[in-house]
């Protein structure tokens, strides 16, 4: 299981993490697709995840839960950790979480890591509200 720290983006859904919920934005309609923002933490770092149809109803602050086979990648040019098509969420508990809400990972900009193109790296923090930590190894 990644720390959210440990996230980067990629088109890929192998991401598995758990998290809480800490805030829900309103829900919004995309073409016949309902969809909703969240601010969601664990101990090392934040997060924006996308809640998809259903999941924007089932879900509250304070919930814990967990993402498998998620995906961190741009959807209309903001960064967010989502399920995907074949990822999965589950809540497995309430309110009992140590997190943190910095470092939040979608406010970094990310480059192409220069040793290896199919890598991302954090370039430098797009919001004055987080802050970054050292660069991963």
């Known amino acids: 299981m990644l720390s959210i720290k440990d996230i980067v983006p990629a088109a890929q859904n192998n991401i598995t993490t758990q998290f809480i919920l800490l805030d829900k934005g309103r829900v919004a309609t995309e073409g016949q697709s309902k969809t909703c923002l969240a601010l969601v933490a664990d101990e090392t770092a934040a997060v924006h995840f996308q809640f998809w149809g259903e999941e924007c109803h089932l879900f509250k602050p304070g919930d814990i839960i967990?993402?498998?086979?998620?995906?961190?990648?741009?959807?209309?040019?903001?960064?967010?950790?989502?399920?995907?098509?074949?990822?999965?969420?589950?809540?497995?508990?309430?309110f009992t979480m140590t997190y943190v809400e910095t470092p939040n990972i979608s406010e970094m900009r990310w480059v192409p890591d220069p040793n290896n193109s199919k890598k991302y790296v954090h370039e430098a923090v797009v919001s004055p509200y987080s802050r970054i930590f050292p660069p991963m190894l």
Do not use: C, D, P, W
């Open 66 to 94: 967990r993402l498998t086979n998620g995906i961190f990648s741009y959807n209309r040019n903001h960064l967010l950790l989502r399920a995907g098509k074949r990822g999965s969420i589950e809540k497995v508990g309430e």
